[in-house]
């Protein structure tokens, strides 16, 4: 018989996670997540800790919905704040833990602190990372960890020739009980941050994200079975104001509220239904996206940041976290961002490729400004997206957008910016929504680079 620690990490469910999956049932159980505090502290330069208040409270909803569901099944939740392997090791003696269950995450400091934490008290106990969360396990993809392409084509067919992903397992029914004196609970996100408890989204995002497993699978019914959404996604997917152009699960699957396997097998079962279009594929075809990214950031480990000290942010760069760059299509998206934190993919790609390119700004800071605002921020698809935008590492084609014609295309009457600049509702709808203003200069301690792609707005 063994006293087994669940170290929590972004895994916050229980159905289709392994750490809960037992071959022969522990004599105890003991559920932590410890949220670094390091996380809290500002970091120099961006004036914003890396864990913003939008996200710390869908964090905190989903660890308490998380640690509903371990009482309901005889165990509990411990939620503890400061150095993760510093916790992890004081619990692991003060109890007599001998082995520890961790996600294997994609993330360099993640992987580094389990290796630390196995270095520090491996000697007394089994501590080996499990794979979960993603389609595919390293176990099954068609090639080892070193050898993923460049290329997310070349990785797709070659996963896509011999492609089969396991099925999700069903959420324990009970649990083993907590070891003896070990302590419970949380404490308050109040006392932890206050702007995190007083955060609210803005009605204008038109959609509200509940923390917790169930309400992932809600959404993901309801994207499928309910509104059918999932026959259109492959011509919705771009749209920018709506609940239901795309999904909207990745803050699910980012904090691992909902596995990729889960979606995979619903929208398999959808399929069976309504029989398989071109738009049910294109879910699959994402999520793999998110596999190779996930896949990718194991192979790359702490170059996957780029240069670790962050450079000082430009004036420019402050306008754009501000949504004041004077361009209203990237403008409107960034409000949009601090305004819910989230935002749709093609929004995304348009801010970021205007910062790398036309700000001339460094990709760096934006990824750590997505860190900071996004509810679903994930280590590998926030910094690899960020890469490919910016055409560093891997694959290092030009990726420019021309940010004018991608806002003509994509918001033709300029519904999207004038929603969230109602200044510009007052201009008749199409093209004069989306043209350039000129930043007062006052505003910034500096006046902007000129545009270059622009015509002088004057
Ligand atoms: C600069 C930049 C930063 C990004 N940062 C993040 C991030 O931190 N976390 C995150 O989950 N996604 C990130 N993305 C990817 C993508 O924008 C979001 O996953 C998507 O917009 C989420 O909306 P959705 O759930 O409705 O996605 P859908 O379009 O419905 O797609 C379904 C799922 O597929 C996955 N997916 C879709 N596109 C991508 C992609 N390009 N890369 C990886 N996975 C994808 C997501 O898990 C998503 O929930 C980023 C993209 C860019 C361009």
Same mark, same amino acid.
């Given at each position: 018989?063994?006293?087994?620690?669940?170290?929590?990490?972004?895994?916050?469910?229980?159905?289709?996670?392994?750490?809960?999956?037992?071959?022969?049932?522990?004599?105890?159980?003991?559920?932590?997540?410890?949220?670094?505090?390091?996380?809290?502290?500002?970091?120099?330069?961006?004036?914003?800790?890396?864990?913003?208040?939008?996200?710390?409270?869908?964090?905190?909803?989903?660890?308490? !919905?998380?640690?509903?569901?371990?009482?309901?099944?005889?165990?509990?939740?411990?939620? /503890?704040?400061?150095?993760?392997?510093?916790?992890?090791?004081?619990?692991?003696?003060?109890?007599?833990?001998?082995?520890?269950?961790?996600?294997?995450?994609?993330?360099?400091?993640?992987?580094?602190?389990?290796?630390?934490?196995?270095?520090?008290?491996?000697?007394?106990?089994?501590?080996?990372?499990?794979? *979960?969360?993603?389609?595919?396990?390293?176990?099954?993809?068609?090639?080892?960890?070193?050898?993923?392409?460049?290329?997310? *084509?070349?990785?797709?067919?070659?996963? !896509?020739?011999?492609?089969?992903?396991?099925?999700?397992?069903?959420?324990?029914?009970?649990?083993?009980?907590? #070891?003896?004196?070990? #302590?419970?609970?949380?404490?308050?996100?109040?006392?932890?941050?206050?702007?995190?408890?007083?955060? %609210?989204?803005?009605?204008?995002?038109?959609?509200?994200?509940?923390?917790?497993?169930?309400? +992932?699978?809600?959404?993901?019914?309801?994207?499928?079975?309910?509104?059918? +959404?999932?026959?259109?996604?492959?011509?919705? /997917?771009?749209?920018?104001?709506?609940?239901?152009?795309?999904? /909207?699960? *990745?803050?699910?699957?980012?904090?691992?509220?909902?596995?990729?396997?889960?979606?995979?097998?619903?929208?398999?079962?959808?399929?069976? *239904?309504?029989?398989?279009? !071109?738009?049910?594929?294109?879910?699959?075809?994402?999520?793999?996206?998110?596999?190779?990214?996930?896949?990718?950031?194991?192979?790359?480990? %702490?170059?996957?940041?780029?240069? /670790?000290?962050?450079?000082?942010?430009?004036?420019?760069?402050?306008?754009?976290?501000?949504?004041?760059?004077?361009?209203?299509?990237?403008?409107? %998206?960034?409000?949009?961002?601090?305004?819910?934190?989230?935002?749709?993919?093609?929004?995304?790609?348009?801010?970021?490729?205007?910062?790398?390119?036309?700000?001339?700004?460094?990709?760096?800071?934006?990824?750590?400004?997505?860190?900071?605002?996004?509810?679903?921020?994930?280590?590998?698809?926030?910094?690899?997206?960020?890469?490919?935008?910016?055409?560093?590492?891997?694959?290092?084609?030009?990726?420019?957008?021309?940010?004018?014609?991608?806002?003509?295309?994509?918001?033709?009457?300029?519904?999207?910016?004038?929603?969230?600049?109602?200044?510009?509702?007052?201009?008749?709808?199409?093209?004069?929504?989306?043209?350039?203003?000129?930043?007062?200069?006052?505003?910034?301690?500096?006046?902007?680079?000129?545009?270059?792609?622009?015509?002088?707005?004057?």
């Amino acid at each position: 018989m063994s006293r087994v620690l669940v170290w929590l990490r972004s895994d916050l469910r229980l159905a289709d996670n392994p750490l809960f999956h037992f071959p022969t049932p522990p004599e105890s159980l003991l559920c932590v997540f410890v949220l670094d505090d390091t996380w809290l502290d500002s970091l120099p330069g961006l004036d914003a800790p890396r864990i913003g208040p939008a996200r710390l409270q869908f964090l905190w909803k989903n660890l308490i !919905e998380l640690r509903g569901e371990l009482l309901k099944r005889g165990s509990d939740l411990l939620v /503890r704040i400061g150095n993760p392997v510093e916790a992890i090791a004081e619990l692991v003696e003060a109890h007599a833990i001998d082995a520890v269950r961790v996600r294997a995450d994609a993330g360099w400091e993640e992987s580094q602190a389990s290796v630390t934490l196995a270095e520090r008290i491996g000697g007394q106990l089994s501590m080996a990372p499990h794979d *979960s969360g993603m389609l595919l396990d390293e176990a099954s993809l068609p090639m080892a960890v070193e050898d993923i392409p460049a290329s997310f *084509s070349a990785f797709r067919r070659k996963v !896509e020739r011999r492609w089969e992903v396991p099925a999700a397992a069903p959420a324990p029914v009970t649990l083993p009980g907590w #070891p003896a004196n070990a #302590p419970r609970g949380f404490p308050s996100l109040g006392k932890v941050c206050a702007r995190a408890a007083a955060w %609210a989204p803005d009605a204008r995002g038109g959609f509200a994200f509940s923390g917790g497993e169930a309400a +992932a699978r809600a959404r993901l019914d309801h994207y499928l079975w309910e509104s059918g +959404a999932v026959a259109r996604y492959k011509q919705t /997917r771009n749209g920018l104001v709506g609940a239901n152009f795309s999904t /909207r699960l *990745s803050p699910w699957l980012a904090h691992g509220c909902l596995s990729a396997r889960q979606v995979h097998d619903a929208v398999r079962a959808w399929e069976a *239904s309504h029989g398989a279009n !071109e738009s049910s594929y294109w879910v699959i075809f994402e999520l793999l996206w998110r596999d190779y990214f996930h896949w990718a950031a194991r192979q790359e480990g %702490a170059s996957l940041y780029g240069e /670790r000290q962050l450079p000082a942010p430009s004036p420019g760069f402050r306008a754009w976290c501000e949504g004041c760059t004077g361009v209203p299509f990237v403008d409107a %998206a960034m409000r949009e961002l601090s305004a819910t934190g989230w935002l749709s993919n093609r929004a995304r790609q348009n801010v970021a490729s205007f910062l790398v390119n036309e700000l001339d700004g460094d990709w760096r800071l934006g990824a750590a400004w997505f860190e900071h605002c996004l509810l679903d921020y994930d280590v590998a698809s926030n910094w690899g997206n960020w890469r490919y935008v910016a055409g560093v590492g891997r694959d290092t084609r030009d990726r420019r957008f021309n940010v004018l014609k991608q806002a003509a295309h994509y918001d033709p009457a300029g519904d999207y910016v004038a929603h969230w600049q109602p200044e510009l509702a007052e201009l008749p709808p199409g093209q004069a929504r989306h043209q350039p203003w000129r930043v007062s200069p006052s505003r910034f301690a500096a006046p902007l680079a000129p545009l270059s792609l622009f015509a002088d707005p004057d």
